[in-house]
C-alpha cells in the first residue's frame, strides 16, 4: 500500500502559484519525501526531495511541516507545460533504499 | 531526457507470444528498477538489481516474467506467453547507491499492447 495520501485532481490557473498537497503521516525518521511528476505518455519526472527542511530548486519549493506528516509541493509560476500527474513518495535513505510505492498521485491541470 | 533509455517504445504483440525490453541505465549507476503502470495508476514495483544481482522481485513478478542484468548495466525484462493483462507501460528507473538520498531516474517507457 501506498504511504501517502493526495488528493485526486486539482486545477490552477496559469501564471499562478500551484500548492500541492501531500498525507505521510506514517513516515519514519529515515525517509525522505520524494516528488515526481509524469506527463502524459512519459515517464516519471523526479522534481524534488527532501528530509526536514524546506527544499527549492529551479522546477519548484518543498514545504515539509515540522512534524513531517506532511508536505506541500509549490510550482510558483505555474504553466501549461505544467499539467501532469504529481506523485509524493516516501523513501528511506539508508542502503536499502529499494523501490518506490507510487499512489495515484494528483493530476494537476493549469488552465489558461 | 534523463540519461535512461528504454526500447522498443512500443510494442504490439499477440497474445501467446514472447517479448523482450531493454533499459539501459545512467552509465555510473549500479541500481537499476522495473516497474510496471496501467492506465490511471501509479507505477507498480516489479524488481531491482544491484549490479548484476537481483535483490527483489514482487508477488507481481510471475513465473512468466523473467528480468537479467548480465554485467551490471543494461537490463532485459521478458515476457513469456503474453496475456492481455500484461498489456501496460513498463518503467525502468536507474540510481546511484552510495549517495544518501538514491534518487531514481526513470527512462520513458516502454508501451505493450497484447491483442
Known amino acids: 500500500d501506498a504511504k501517502t495520501t493526495q488528493p485526486p485532481s486539482m486545477d490552477c490557473a496559469e501564471g499562478r502559484a500551484a500548492n500541492l498537497p501531500c498525507n505521510h503521516s506514517t513516515i519514519s525518521g529515515n525517509e525522505y519525501v520524494y516528488w515526481y511528476r509524469q506527463i502524459h505518455s512519459q515517464g516519471p519526472q523526479y522534481i524534488i526531495h527532501g528530509l526536514k527542511n524546506n527544499e527549492t530548486n529551479e522546477m519548484a519549493s518543498l514545504i515539509i511541516t515540522e512534524d513531517r506528516k506532511s508536505s506541500t509541493l509549490i510550482l510558483p509560476h505555474a504553466t501549461l507545460r505544467d499539467t501532469a500527474v504529481y506523485y509524493c513518495i516516501v523513501r528511506p535513505y539508508n542502503t536499502n533504499a529499494g523501490k518506490s510505492t507510487f499512489g495515484d498521485g494528483t493530476t494537476l491541470t493549469v488552465k489558461p | 531526457d534523463t540519461g535512461v533509455s528504454q526500447n522498443p517504445r512500443h510494442k504490439i504483440t499477440k497474445r501467446g507470444q514472447n517479448v523482450t525490453f531493454r533499459c539501459d541505465p545512467i552509465?555510473?549507476?549500479?541500481?537499476l528498477y522495473w516497474y510496471r503502470q496501467t492506465l490511471g495508476q501509479g507505477p507498480e514495483f516489479l524488481t531491482y538489481?544491484?549490479?548484476?544481482?537481483?535483490?527483489?522481485k514482487s508477488r507481481l513478478l510471475s513465473d512468466r516474467f523473467s528480468a537479467e542484468r548480465p554485467k551490471g548495466s543494461f537490463s532485459t525484462l521478458e515476457i513469456q506467453r503474453t496475456e492481455q493483462g500484461d498489456s501496460a507501460m513498463y518503467l525502468c528507473a536507474s540510481s546511484l547507491l552510495g549517495t544518501l538520498q538514491e534518487t531514481q531516474y526513470f527512462g520513458p517507457g516502454t508501451r505493450l499492447l497484447v491483442l
Open positions: 538489481f544491484q549490479n548484476e544481482a537481483q535483490l527483489e
Open positions: 552509465s555510473e549507476h549500479n541500481r
